[in-house]
């Protein structure tokens, strides 16, 4: 579903030009969360925003469902993938409802039944017709993503960019939003691109990953190498000693009833 071959990018010109991915090679399959892992700077966000076509000055090869991308964003691309930010209050606009929020793309594209499509995606994401009408600051920080979660499904795209999603969010809500996206994930058939540099967030929704550091992929694993101990790369075991409550989670748990507690 998603192809990733010789991905370069630099920032600046000339001699001043810094390259800040070198070589960046990976393929998720349809339907798989696949983990991008890494320190702050490694390198991962640049690729999910190369594949939103932020960037546009890439160089190498990128593919969504065997169609090649260019470095102009279109319609087609929009509809098909689609981003959830780390932060959930600065991705909504203040002085907008949710309603505005999730409306907004349907107008753009030219979808129809607005509101019946709106209350089912909030009802999707575990949040009643109640929501509609509220402001980001009316809500809670889980909430907030769930809507933000909402608007990037309400065009009914097959791959979602998951860029820290929960990073921003109380302990106490992280495991909901969580089983709430491997929920929607299961039931839809999504593709999914996580990045993280938690290793227990990447264990509860992946199944494979790729370890960045400076730019480039050191290692390719499942989540059960390194659950077992079966990284190779000194980075990728500084990681796991540093993430010692690493496990692959029982699944069921992220099957279970999505609730909008918070």
């Known amino acids: 579903m998603i192809d990733v071959r010789g991905l370069n990018l630099d920032f600046g010109h000339g001699p001043q030009a810094t390259r800040v991915l070198h070589d960046v090679s990976f393929t998720v ?39 090649r991308l260019g470095h102009k964003l279109d319609r087609a691309h929009c509809r098909q993938v689609q981003m959830v930010f780390q932060d959930p209050y600065g991705s909504l606009h203040p002085r907008h409802t949710v309603h505005t929020a999730l409306a907004e793309p349907l107008r753009i594209h030219g979808i129809g039944d607005e509101s019946a499509r709106v209350e089912a995606m909030l009802e999707k994401v575990g949040l009643n017709a109640s929501f509609r009408y509220r402001y980001p600051h009316q809500l809670s920080g889980g909430q907030r993503q769930r809507v933000a979660i909402a608007r990037a499904l309400i065009l009914e795209p097959s791959v979602l960019l998951l860029d820290e999603p929960t990073s921003a969010l109380d302990v106490s809500v992280q495991s909901e939003i969580l089983n ?26 992946c199944d494979r990953m790729a370890i ?27 990681l796991v000693e540093a993430s010692r409550s690493c496990k692959k989670p029982d699944r069921r748990l992220a099957a279970g009833p999505v609730m909008a507690a918070h």
Do not use: N
């Open 180 to 205: 709430l996206l491997d929920s929607l994930r299961r039931r839809d058939g999504l593709t999914y691109l996580l990045v993280a540099h938690d290793l227990g967030v990447v264990a509860h929704l």
């Open 29 to 67: 399959q349809p339907g798989e969360c696949f983990g991008l892992v890494g320190e702050s700077g490694s390198g991962k966000t640049t690729v999910l925003r190369c594949l939103a076509g932020q960037y546009k000055h890439w160089q190498g090869e990128l593919g969504i469902a065997g169609r």
């Open 212 to 238: 960045m550091q400076q730019g480039r992929i050191l290692e390719l694993l499942t989540i059960d190498d390194v659950c077992s101990d079966a990284a190779r790369h000194p980075y990728t075991r500084m």
